[in-house]
């Protein structure tokens, strides 16, 4: 067994993917961490969770013919008679519970005493719902008649980290969120200051203290304080293809050296959207809004559209549109929506050569949750004319500006400038824009780089962005799925910050 984890508001597990998957140096593909319990209060996350707990109580390269047969959507549970025992096991690690209800409490700490021993280093994870740190949340709250951030709980989960810290004493402790921590206020006071002294000092002048730190190397000294920007971590400087930055604190108990921590440090190697996305098999967009019997036909036509309102501004896109239509007017096979499941294509693995044994499993013979949403007809034209536009301009139109007027929306403030990136193609040649859970409302913000496909990213692409293993299965409806990726830490970047806790706490 390795060092236990505890993972609280663990969303679908990203962080405790990267944890629970990290092998030290020399332990011959011995995990360095177990998971020992794992909390979620949304109910497709925590049976994702549920799922992939089930997964990992096997061996890599190891898990069971039922598990594949499962996800594929070929059996009804993931376990059989022979592996019950794992599936129970799994199903007393991640746990649905809510935190700050009494009862759900009771049973976290139940568990938690469980899995850990004074004697013994542990690690507690996760990240705090950020609804109230989030600059979109904050400028919702401000529309709120009567809210006062200092009555929003929301402000304050982060001090379950600091009941669990106080009360069982982890050698470590990993929290994440947004940037917007930096500069959240309430009572006209910046919140995190207090959340670094709160958790350095968790139950006050005699309760455990930590040290915390940033993740990040600078130089070689190990500093006493930090400014708050060097908490925050750029996804894209460490192997991610997505321009995703959060605040990561690291907290040490005292006593544990920072002197032989291998702390992060960043690369200026940068991964595309097309290195994890250019041999996924196409897909097209279903029609809200009309008949898509024949698709050729259909995208021929809204390919078209595209291309006569382009005309007078941009005839270069006018161009390449009018070509794609021509195209796809002769095309004899639809590629369809996806689905939970569907066959891979002589592509499909093609992925960079640092992620390749990361992402793939040789056992999955089919590619999950490569799924898309439906959309307006209106919407497609706008999307066929925006990925054009990006592919030949090298950006993604920005607002009123850079849209023809006849792919006007009917939105308010559109003329005004405030919302350029509504419709918003990631750039094949780059990482992605963050990944957000907003892909569960709708895809104008992840508009697919392929002008051929004009469509937003399915589920699988936006997990491949967020460096999630093709094995990774998303419960819940399509919706569910994608807000369990927007919402999770890279499992990649997770790894990577385990290396550097398993470097302290080893090295202690």
């Known amino acids: 067994?390795?060092?236990?984890?505890?993972?609280?508001?663990?969303?679908?597990?990203?962080l405790g993917e990267g944890f629970a998957s990290y092998v030290a140096p020399g332990r011959k593909g011995e995990r360095a961490f177990s998971i020992g319990v794992s909390a979620e209060m949304e109910a497709n996350a925590a049976r994702t969770l549920r799922l992939r707990a089930f997964f990992r109580k096997f061996a890599r390269g190891h898990a069971p013919r039922s598990y594949y047969d499962y996800v594929a959507g070929w059996r009804a549970e993931p376990?059989?008679?022979?592996?019950?025992?794992?599936?129970?096991?799994?199903?007393?690690e991640a746990l649905q519970l809510e935190l700050g209800r009494a009862d759900h409490d009771a049973l976290l700490h139940e568990r938690i005493s469980r899995v850990v021993r004074k004697d013994q280093p542990w690690v507690l994870i996760g990240g705090p719902p950020c609804q109230a740190y989030s600059l979109v949340g904050r400028?919702?709250?401000?529309?709120?008649?009567?809210?006062?951030?200092?009555?929003?709980?929301r402000h304050f989960l982060y001090q379950h980290y600091l009941h669990i810290v106080q009360r069982y004493a982890p050698a470590a402790f990993v929290m994440e969120n947004v940037k917007g921590i930096l500069s959240s206020r309430v009572n006209d006071e910046l919140m995190f200051p207090k959340i670094v002294e709160d958790l350095s000092r968790p139950g006050g002048r005699h309760g455990p203290k930590y040290q915390v730190t940033p993740l990040l190397l600078k130089g070689s000294e190990l500093l006493e304080t930090h400014l708050p920007k060097e908490f925050?971590?750029?996804?894209?400087?460490?192997?991610?293809?997505?321009?995703?930055?959060?605040?990561?604190?690291?907290?040490?108990?005292?006593?544990?050296?920072?002197?032989?921590?291998?702390?992060?440090?960043?690369t200026s190697d940068r991964f595309s959207v097309d290195d994890v996305?250019?041999?996924?098999?196409?897909?097209?967009?279903?029609?809200?809004?009309?008949?898509?019997?024949?698709?050729?036909?259909?995208?021929?036509?809204?390919?078209?559209?595209?291309?006569?309102?382009?005309?007078?501004?941009?005839?270069?896109?006018?161009?390449?549109?009018?070509?794609?239509?021509?195209?796809?007017a002769r095309q004899k096979t639809d590629p369809g929506s996806g689905g939970r499941w569907m066959p891979k294509t002589a592509k499909s693995d093609s992925v960079p050569k640092h992620l390749d044994t990361w992402l793939l499993d040789k056992k999955l013979d089919g590619i999950l949750n490569h799924e898309v949403r439906d959309h307006m007809s209106e919407d497609l034209v706008r999307y066929a004319y925006a990925s054009a536009f990006a592919e030949i301009n090298t950006h993604s139109p920005r607002g009123a500006k850079e849209f023809p007027s006849a792919l006007h929306p009917a939105h308010k403030n559109w003329e005004s400038g405030k919302f350029v990136d509504r419709f918003k193609v990631q750039?094949?040649?780059?990482?992605?824009?963050?990944?957000?859970?907003?892909?569960?409302?709708?895809?104008?913000?992840?508009?697919?780089?392929?002008?051929?496909?004009?469509?937003?990213?399915?589920?699988?692409?936006?997990?491949?962005?967020?460096?999630?293993?093709?094995?990774?299965?998303?419960?819940?409806?399509?919706?569910?799925?994608?807000?369990?990726?927007?919402?999770?830490?890279?499992?990649?970047?997770?790894?990577?910050i385990a290396a550097t806790v398993y470097s302290v706490i080893s090295g202690r």
């Open 1 to 14: 067994m390795g060092i236990p984890v505890v993972d609280i508001f663990a969303g679908p597990g990203g």
């Open 79 to 92: 376990w059989t008679a022979k592996t019950q025992p794992e599936w129970r096991a799994a199903l007393e």
């Open 139 to 153: 400028a919702r709250n401000k529309g709120i008649v009567g809210y006062r951030a200092e009555a929003d709980k």
């Open 232 to 266: 925050v971590l750029r996804a894209e400087e460490f192997g991610v293809p997505q321009a995703r930055h959060r605040v990561v604190l690291l907290g040490v108990a005292e006593g544990i050296s920072l002197h032989q921590a291998k702390l992060l440090e960043p």
């Open 277 to 328: 996305l250019g041999g996924m098999p196409p897909l097209r967009s279903g029609l809200t809004d009309e008949d898509d019997e024949n698709w050729p036909l259909v995208a021929s036509t809204l390919l078209r559209r595209a291309a006569n309102s382009a005309m007078a501004d941009e005839p270069a896109v006018a161009k390449r549109l009018r070509d794609l239509s021509a195209k796809a």
């Open 427 to 496: 750039l094949s040649q780059h990482p992605s824009s963050t990944v957000t859970s907003h892909l569960s409302k709708d895809g104008h913000y992840f508009i697919h780089p392929d002008p051929s496909q004009f469509r937003s990213l399915s589920v699988r692409e936006a997990a491949r962005l967020q460096t999630f293993p093709e094995n990774y299965f998303f419960e819940g409806s399509r919706g569910a799925q994608y807000k369990q990726v927007g919402n999770a830490v890279p499992p990649w970047l997770a790894q990577q």
